[in-house]
């Protein structure tokens, strides 16, 4: 009688956290979708169509940029008036000199504390894309996968990673020497700018990623 008393208790408090979270699981797959893809074509494939498609926001952070097709579509979103931005690891390629060219807003974060590790883009605020996959066309007998999903509360939270990494360092979109302190205004996000003030020591020319800098929003 005791096994089949413990017994009841556990289907109970089994249904009943079944009862908790099955709605919040059942509205999440209204909400949002979730797609799989593997094969470095058929990533690169699926990546094309989502920049081709994007209607107003691409942000992009990884540690490196070497697909000349992926490259070419965020240079034409950025023509139709999609606002493109891009955190790379490292120069080892000349991608961000081809989106600088271009107007698209570069940060390369070569020499700083941190290593980008991060892999994932967020188009319109809404769909995030994110797996091993290198942003390279030098992968494709690889191993590789990427998660598409679309979800404005999941997009909200790469967003914000995005923000955080891009107003730490956004002076490094800039490429120029400081023969005396200089303002300039920096786009810290895609609806604003904020002063910048980067003054070099005394009678020394710096580059910009090691100048000191103040933001005045």
């Not at 909400?31 to 990533?43: D, G, K, M, N, Q």
């Amino acid at each position: 009688m005791a096994c089949r008393n413990i017994f009841q208790v556990r289907i109970l408090v089994v249904l009943s956290v079944a009862f908790v979270i099955w709605p919040n699981v059942a509205a999440f797959s209204q909400r949002c979708a979730v797609e799989a893809v593997f094969l470095p074509p058929l990533i690169e494939a699926r990546l094309l169509n989502l920049l081709e498609n994007a209607a107003y926001a691409i942000d992009v952070a990884v540690h490196i940029l070497a697909d000349e097709h992926l490259i070419d579509a965020l240079i034409q979103a950025h023509q139709r008036g999609v606002a493109v931005r891009v955190i790379l690891g490292e120069a080892i390629t000349k991608a961000h000199e081809k989106l600088q060219a271009h107007g698209i807003p570069v940060l390369v974060l070569e020499g700083t504390p941190e290593r980008m590790q991060h892999r994932f883009a967020v188009i319109d605020d809404f769909i995030v894309v994110t797996g091993s996959f290198v942003w390279s066309e030098h992968v494709h007998n690889n191993f590789e996968n990427v998660v598409v999903i679309k979800c404005s509360e999941i997009a909200e939270k790469f967003v914000k990673e995005f923000e955080r990494i891009w107003t730490a360092y956004a002076y490094k979109a800039y490429d120029f020497t400081l023969p005396a302190t200089l303002t300039v205004n920096v786009p810290l996000t895609r609806t604003g700018t904020a002063e910048v003030t980067l003054t070099p020591p005394k009678d020394k020319i710096l580059p910009a990623g090691d100048i000191t800098f103040s933001i005045k929003e």
